[in-house]
């Protein structure tokens, strides 16, 4: 199974294009160790023909570009994507779904909450639902993607709920939970028909007892990178809102992400949707040596994966 990293950065990429911060001066100004990252999704596929893409970033049709195995491969018409897959429904997760209008046939998957959110928007329309049936994730069952046309692509998913938050523009200020409802985030386990399986969790705001249970001892885990700190945004002056605020777990700390994993037996740990706020998101910072120390890598564009 191959894993292709199309964006390791959280909503606004990096560097942001109206953020002045440090770390994206550094990116602008092409700081060897300050890597410009889109936003955060994935590309998998079990025969190298057949892709599926793990949301649709507002970046993906430069993430097409820089990607050759996403490339037409014959015809006048043609793309190896065969499906699509959303974790959420957070703009950065699903505005690339309009690069992919013209004519071209694919699956596309999310669950009801999402497909909700998605129904709300006419935009979306766009997407001819004769070419590209919705069809629906339950969860904690396994389900078997295939393309537009039906025919299965070797790959099953099973979405579980993770903590976190309805999206930005959907929220309910009004209530405490911001409307949030269960289904609005979720993870994936992502296999094969060999039993190689890894999991991503692109968006969490804790790594509940659920969590942990589910990716204890996987062999390969792609999580929430988004901030260091919890008022990291705060104290950088950019926004004024914490990380649990935004629904993301911090990565330091006794109750972030590096701590909780730390006792998982997770072979393999990256983090991915890493803001352009995060020090963690440069290489030559002590957070990046800390993070590395603890066993984590820290994701770039077109970085790949096989299992």
């Not at 993430?63 to 996403?70: G, R, S």
């Not at 393309?147 to 309805?166: C, H, M, R, S």
Request: proline fraction near 5%.
């Amino acid at each position: 199974m191959k894993i292709i990293i199309l964006g390791a950065a959280a909503g606004g990429g990096f560097p942001q294009w109206n953020c002045a911060c440090g770390n994206c001066a550094r990116a602008r100004c092409g700081d060897p160790a300050a890597k410009p990252r889109t936003q955060a999704a994935l590309a998998v596929s079990v025969n190298d023909s057949d892709y599926v893409i793990f949301n649709a970033s507002p970046d993906l049709r430069g993430q097409i570009l820089a990607t050759p195995a996403l490339q037409p491969r014959s015809g006048l018409r043609d793309s190896p994507i065969a499906a699509a897959v959303l974790t959420g429904g957070d703009v950065d997760f699903t505005a690339g779904l309009l690069n992919l209008r013209e004519g071209h046939r694919f699956g596309l998957y999310a669950g009801r909450r999402i497909f909700d959110l998605l129904g709300d928007s006419q935009i979306f329309r766009v997407l001819d639902a004769g070419l590209v049936p919705r069809r629906e994730l339950p969860v904690d069952v396994p389900t078997r993607l295939a393309n537009g046309a039906g025919q299965d692509l070797g790959i099953t998913v099973e979405a579980f709920v993770v903590p976190g938050k309805v999206a930005l523009y959907a929220e309910d200020v009004s209530r405490a939970d911001f409307g949030s409802s269960e289904g609005d985030t979720i993870g994936l386990r992502i296999a094969d028909d060999h039993g190689r399986a890894f999991f991503y969790i692109p968006s969490c705001a804790r790594v509940s007892e659920d969590v942990a249970r589910r990716v204890r001892g996987a062999a390969l885990v792609l999580f929430d990178g988004t901030l260091w700190h919890d008022n990291e945004m705060i104290e950088a002056g950019l926004m004024p809102k914490t990380g649990a605020r935004m629904g993301h777990i911090s990565v330091s700390g006794p109750e972030g992400s590096i701590a909780a994993f730390a006792g998982l037996d997770v072979a393999r740990k990256v983090f991915v949707h890493v803001n352009n706020s995060n020090p963690m998101i440069l290489d030559d910072t002590p957070e990046r040596a800390e993070a590395e120390r603890a066993g984590w890598i820290v994701a770039h564009d077109g970085m790949e994966i096989v299992l």
